[in-house]
């Protein structure tokens, strides 16, 4: 009796990972075709020979954003849009790691959630998400600050007023 249940209990266990899988497949598929396509637009049209992270930067219009090498192993950056496309060198414009630290500096007690780059009124831009710790009304405030791509500087924070 015990072995019945047992073998019910991983056929069962084993259907409901077979089609959760397949159900994340089918939710994620659109957007997956998306990043393979704009990867291939940037190997075509572009120095980029290897893709190491793809992301999906929305702003003013949706671009994949590719972070990879070229064929002699520089990094860089290619932004593949509908209509556009931009690549640079990511030794052309400031690191994550700068963006983050000037996140810290404007605000230390801020809990930085993403930075990426993007493009916003058609420039190159690092946008960094981030969340400040609760106020005297004792809500988190989430913000959006964008910098320049190539120096760094901070163009303009969004404050979202939803929670």
């Given at each position: 009796m015990k072995l019945k249940i047992t073998i019910a209990s991983v056929a069962v266990v084993a259907l409901l990972l077979f089609f959760g899988g397949r159900f994340i497949n089918a939710v994620q598929e659109d957007e997956w075709k998306i990043q393979r396509a704009a990867v291939q637009t940037?190997?075509?049209?572009?120095?980029?020979?290897?893709?190491?992270?793809?992301?999906?930067?929305?702003g003013d219009k949706p671009?994949?954003?590719?972070?990879?090498?070229?064929?002699?192993?520089?990094?860089?950056?290619?932004?593949?849009?509908?209509?556009?496309?931009?690549?640079q060198m990511a030794s052309d414009g400031v690191t994550e790691e700068q963006i983050e630290a000037q996140v810290e500096a404007k605000h230390p007690e801020?809990?930085?959630?993403?930075?990426?780059?993007?493009?916003?009124?058609?420039?190159?831009?690092?946008?960094?998400?981030?969340?400040?710790?609760?106020?005297?009304?004792g809500d988190e405030r989430y913000y959006y600050d964008y910098y320049t791509f190539k120096e760094g500087t901070l163009l303009d924070t969004y404050r979202l007023s939803i929670q």
């Open positions: 940037a190997y075509q049209k572009t120095l980029l020979t290897k893709a190491d992270k793809v992301e999906r930067f929305v671009y994949t954003v590719i972070h990879g090498e070229n064929k002699i192993g520089q990094k860089m950056i290619v932004w593949v849009g509908e209509e556009e496309l931009f690549a801020a809990d930085l959630l993403r930075a990426m780059p993007g493009v916003l009124n058609g420039a190159l831009i690092w946008e960094a998400f981030y969340k400040l710790p609760a106020d005297d009304s």
